[in-house]
């Protein structure tokens, strides 16, 4: 990892940063005085390396594809002796046709949006746990859609389940580390216009970027696991 100009600056670790509304927490966290390490795909040159470009020493940008294991234990080795403040996992995915039912899916896809939403960010954050402090923060993006009391209009059943899928492991992880002093977070975005959210959402990201950068900052320091939307509310499960 590249050392900063500023040592003494809290360190973010965001996984799918490239671009939406990763890519926009990374420059939000920049401005309020941390440090980023980010994630993309690897391939093409994303916003995230221009963002590099122009804060040397304070991001640095990392390879990575969440679905593939071996690239995971890779990112590990990389950073190892690396200490993050807070891991938040951003990776995400739908199905084409959001208006199809769960039994109209086909199986590849309702696989790859699986694997993608539920499994793989669970992989990354059992992976790369030992790198955030006892007191530090993992979060992980997730959505309003995975309310399961929510779920009063139906639609997107595939993403709505994967969703679902991910708030149940999270919580079968908080569980599991019952006691502990770091803070968990699932944080549900709203519905904003990215690539993911499409046109017609009701927000920009330039408007809800700061509400998001807002919830998860103000999580620190609160043990446990907590299901909120971006202004801190609760969600019922």
């Not at 980010?38 to 916003?47: E, F, K, M």
């Not at 696989?111 to 955030?132: F, K, W």
């Not at 519905?191 to 920009?204: N, S």
Request: charged fraction near 20%; aromatic fraction near 6%; include cysteine.
């Amino acid at each position: 990892m590249t050392q900063s100009s500023n040592d003494k600056a809290p360190v973010i670790l965001l996984i799918g940063a490239s671009r939406g509304l990763g890519y926009a927490m990374a420059a939000e966290c920049l401005e309020r005085g941390w440090n980023i390490v980010g994630t993309v795909r690897p391939g093409a040159r994303t916003p995230l390396h221009d963002l590099a470009d122009t804060h040397p020493g304070r991001v640095t940008v990392e390879r990575l594809d969440v679905t593939e294991p071996d690239q995971i234990a890779a990112l590990h080795d990389r950073l190892s002796g690396s200490r993050f403040d807070i891991l938040f996992v951003n990776a995400g995915t739908a199905n084409d046709r959001q208006d199809e039912t769960i039994a109209q899916v086909s199986t590849e896809e309702f696989v790859n949006v699986m694997i993608t939403n539920a499994l793989s960010p669970m992989r990354v954050v059992e992976a790369l746990q030992d790198l955030v402090p006892a007191d530090g923060l993992i979060g992980i993006m997730s959505s309003g859609q995975g309310s399961i009391a929510g779920n009063e209009k139906g639609g997107h059943e595939v993403y709505r389940g994967s969703k679902s899928a991910l708030n149940q492991y999270m919580r079968s992880y908080a569980a599991r580390h019952a006691g502990e002093p770091r803070a968990l977070l699932l944080l549900a975005p709203g519905w904003i216009r990215t690539a993911l959210g499409g046109p017609d959402a009701p927000f920009g990201i330039e408007e809800a970027i700061p509400d998001i950068v807002n919830t998860l900052l103000s999580k620190r320091g609160k043990p446990g696991l907590e299901y909120l939307d971006r202004l801190g509310r609760a969600i019922p499960w």
